[in-house]
């Protein structure tokens, strides 16, 4: 069974950062592109970066490009999502996800999901 | 970007009514759509995907139809368990976008 653990969540001031990090078991970590999505509070799903299986790839939503670094140890089966220059919008629970069919950056949906990691950005 | 559009916004139905939910891209995505579930607390479960294919252990109740721009969810027969809110999502193009979702509970 795959199991998706994030953590690394929490209270921030703007313009401060935190770096969220997603433990995965059950999987050939390296076989699949991982992906962060994010939902603000009461709203909808939000996809923020992806990172092929080697991590020699990554994209990014143009909300946080340049902000947000996406990385994965694949010693480790860990993925991380560094957030820098944070901002009240990027207020919600982060999600990891594994992408169901590759571990390239295309076709990119998902079939498992952490629990999520609540940011919140505020004075 | 690629925009998603659902509708209805949200439902309500009775037990055992068959339920549908429309999904709109606003460019064509050919079949590489997928639906999912997503419960108050929880995070989202994947349902279907390219459109009509049932994820392994989902419920043959939920079904999924289209391509191009114009799709269907469909719960054949609703049951308690399925009040939730469901989105849909394409992934043809990058950045993968989902749909606003539709809330969906029992009348």
């Known amino acids: 069974e795959v199991q998706l653990l994030e953590s690394g969540g929490g209270l921030v001031q703007p313009g401060g950062s935190l770096r969220l990090s997603c433990a995965a078991s059950?999987?050939?970590?390296?076989?699949?592109?991982m992906n962060w999505v994010r939902q603000a509070p009461g709203k909808g799903l939000e996809w923020v970066s992806a990172?092929?299986?080697?991590?020699?790839?990554?994209n990014y939503a143009d909300s946080v490009r340049g902000r947000f670094t996406i990385s994965r140890d694949n010693s480790k089966n860990t993925l991380y999502l560094q957030m820098n220059s944070l901002r009240a919008e990027d207020t919600a629970v982060y999600y990891c996800?594994?992408?169901?069919?590759?571990?390239?950056?295309?076709?990119?949906?998902?079939?498992?999901w952490g629990q999520g990691t609540l940011v919140i950005v505020s004075s | 970007d690629i925009q998603m559009t659902q509708s209805p916004s949200s439902l309500s139905a009775s037990v055992g009514d068959r339920v549908t939910i429309t999904c709109q891209a606003s460019?064509?995505?050919?079949?590489?759509l997928s639906w999912y579930q997503q419960k108050p607390g929880s995070a989202p479960k994947l349902l279907i995907y390219?459109?009509?294919n049932l994820e392994t252990g989902v419920a043959s109740r939920f079904s999924g139809s289209g391509s191009g721009t114009d799709f269907t969810f469909t719960i054949s027969s609703l049951q308690p368990e399925d009040t939730a809110r469901y989105y849909c999502?394409?992934?043809?193009?990058?950045?993968?976008?989902f749909g606003p979702g539709t809330k969906v509970d029992i009348k």
């Open positions: 059950g999987i050939i970590f390296s076989n699949y592109a």
């Open positions: 390219d459109a009509s």
């Open positions: 996800a594994k992408a169901k069919r590759s571990r390239f950056l295309e076709w990119l949906f998902f079939d498992s």
């Open positions: 999502q394409q992934y043809d193009e990058f950045p993968p976008t």
């Open positions: 990172i092929s299986g080697s991590g020699g790839s990554t």
């Open positions: 460019q064509d995505i050919d079949n590489y």
